[in-house]
Protein backbone atom coordinates (compact mmCIF):
# COMPACT_ATOMS: atom_id res chain seq x y z
CA UNK A 1 0.00 0.00 0.00
CA UNK A 2 0.92 3.73 -0.35
CA UNK A 3 3.26 4.57 2.74
CA UNK A 4 3.59 8.92 2.56
CA UNK A 5 6.68 10.05 4.44
CA UNK A 6 7.71 13.47 4.76
CA UNK A 7 10.86 15.52 5.31
CA UNK A 8 12.62 18.81 5.35
CA UNK A 9 10.44 20.98 7.87
CA UNK A 10 12.48 22.84 10.18
CA UNK A 11 13.17 26.09 12.02
CA UNK A 12 13.82 29.21 9.66
CA UNK A 13 13.51 32.94 9.28
CA UNK A 14 10.79 34.87 7.76
CA UNK A 15 12.25 35.01 4.34
CA UNK A 16 14.31 32.30 4.06
CA UNK A 17 13.72 28.92 1.85
CA UNK A 18 12.49 25.33 2.65
CA UNK A 19 12.47 22.16 0.51
CA UNK A 20 10.19 19.50 1.82
CA UNK A 21 10.66 16.01 0.24
CA UNK A 22 7.57 12.94 0.12
CA UNK A 23 8.59 9.91 -0.67
CA UNK A 24 6.39 6.31 -0.68
CA UNK A 25 8.90 3.36 0.25
CA UNK A 26 6.02 0.77 -0.19
CA UNK A 27 5.31 2.07 -4.27
CA UNK A 28 5.60 4.59 -7.45
CA UNK A 29 3.47 7.69 -7.94
CA UNK A 30 2.29 6.64 -10.92
CA UNK A 31 -1.53 7.23 -11.43
CA UNK A 32 -1.55 9.43 -8.47
CA UNK A 33 -2.46 13.14 -8.35
CA UNK A 34 -0.20 14.56 -5.32
CA UNK A 35 -0.76 17.29 -3.26
CA UNK A 36 0.62 19.43 -0.13
CA UNK A 37 -1.64 20.41 2.37
CA UNK A 38 -0.65 22.50 5.88
CA UNK A 39 -2.45 22.71 9.34
CA UNK A 40 -1.87 25.39 11.41
CA UNK A 41 -3.16 25.16 15.28
CA UNK A 42 -6.46 25.80 15.52
CA UNK A 43 -7.30 26.19 11.82
CA UNK A 44 -8.03 23.85 9.05
CA UNK A 45 -6.32 22.12 6.76
CA UNK A 46 -5.90 24.04 4.13
CA UNK A 47 -4.31 22.96 0.14
CA UNK A 48 -0.96 24.44 -0.37
CA UNK A 49 -0.19 22.94 -3.76
CA UNK A 50 -0.96 19.74 -6.00
CA UNK A 51 0.08 17.85 -9.11
CA UNK A 52 -2.43 15.51 -11.12
CA UNK A 53 -0.79 12.62 -12.49
CA UNK A 54 -0.47 14.14 -15.69
CA UNK A 55 1.81 16.93 -14.20
CA UNK A 56 -1.23 19.79 -14.09
CA UNK A 57 -0.43 21.85 -11.38
CA UNK A 58 -2.24 23.97 -9.04
CA UNK A 59 -1.22 26.65 -6.16
CA UNK A 60 -3.05 28.45 -3.35
CA UNK A 61 -4.01 31.92 -4.17
CA UNK A 62 -1.56 32.40 -1.53
CA UNK A 63 1.97 30.86 -2.53
CA UNK A 64 1.71 31.56 -6.02
CA UNK A 65 4.66 33.26 -7.21
CA UNK A 66 6.95 31.44 -4.41
CA UNK A 67 6.04 27.78 -4.06
CA UNK A 68 6.43 24.98 -6.37
CA UNK A 69 5.68 21.80 -6.43
CA UNK A 70 7.87 19.01 -8.85
CA UNK A 71 7.97 15.64 -8.64
CA UNK A 72 10.65 13.47 -9.31
CA UNK A 73 9.49 9.89 -11.07
CA UNK A 74 12.83 8.59 -10.92
CA UNK A 75 12.84 8.89 -6.94
CA UNK A 76 9.53 8.68 -6.08
CA UNK A 77 9.63 11.72 -4.62
CA UNK A 78 7.30 14.68 -4.35
CA UNK A 79 9.08 18.48 -3.51
CA UNK A 80 7.55 21.28 -2.47
CA UNK A 81 9.45 24.43 -2.70
CA UNK A 82 9.15 27.37 -0.33
CA UNK A 83 10.56 30.40 -0.73
CA UNK A 84 9.92 34.02 0.76
CA UNK A 85 8.62 32.44 3.54
CA UNK A 86 6.21 34.06 5.84
CA UNK A 87 5.52 33.56 9.74
CA UNK A 88 1.89 33.01 9.16
CA UNK A 89 2.99 29.52 7.19
CA UNK A 90 3.95 28.70 10.25
CA UNK A 91 2.14 24.53 9.99
CA UNK A 92 2.67 20.96 10.10
CA UNK A 93 2.60 20.29 6.18
CA UNK A 94 1.52 17.11 4.89
CA UNK A 95 1.90 14.89 1.48
CA UNK A 96 -0.89 13.55 0.31
CA UNK A 97 -2.17 11.31 -3.02
CA UNK A 98 -4.94 9.80 -4.54
CA UNK A 99 -5.59 7.92 -7.40
CA UNK A 100 -6.31 9.68 -10.97
CA UNK A 101 -7.49 13.69 -11.00
CA UNK A 102 -6.57 16.16 -8.88
CA UNK A 103 -8.72 17.32 -6.17
CA UNK A 104 -8.94 20.76 -3.70
CA UNK A 105 -10.60 19.29 -0.70
CA UNK A 106 -8.28 17.31 1.66
CA UNK A 107 -11.39 14.81 2.17
CA UNK A 108 -10.97 13.56 -1.49
CA UNK A 109 -7.39 12.53 -0.78
CA UNK A 110 -6.77 9.04 0.34
CA UNK A 111 -3.26 8.48 1.63
CA UNK A 112 -1.41 11.10 4.20
CA UNK A 113 1.87 11.04 5.70
CA UNK A 114 2.49 11.75 8.98
CA UNK A 115 3.51 15.63 8.58
CA UNK A 116 6.78 18.04 8.71
CA UNK A 117 6.71 21.18 11.13
CA UNK A 118 7.81 24.33 9.33
CA UNK A 119 8.27 27.03 11.93
CA UNK A 120 8.61 30.38 10.56
CA UNK A 121 10.15 32.83 12.84
CA UNK A 122 10.14 36.90 12.72
Known amino acids: QVQLVESGGGLVQAGDSLRLSCTDS????????MAWFRQAPGKDRELVSAMSAAKTTYYAESVKGRFSISRDTAKNALYLQMNSLKPEETAVYYCAGRLSGLRIRADDYDYWGQGTQVTVSS
Open 26 to 33: GRTFTGYA
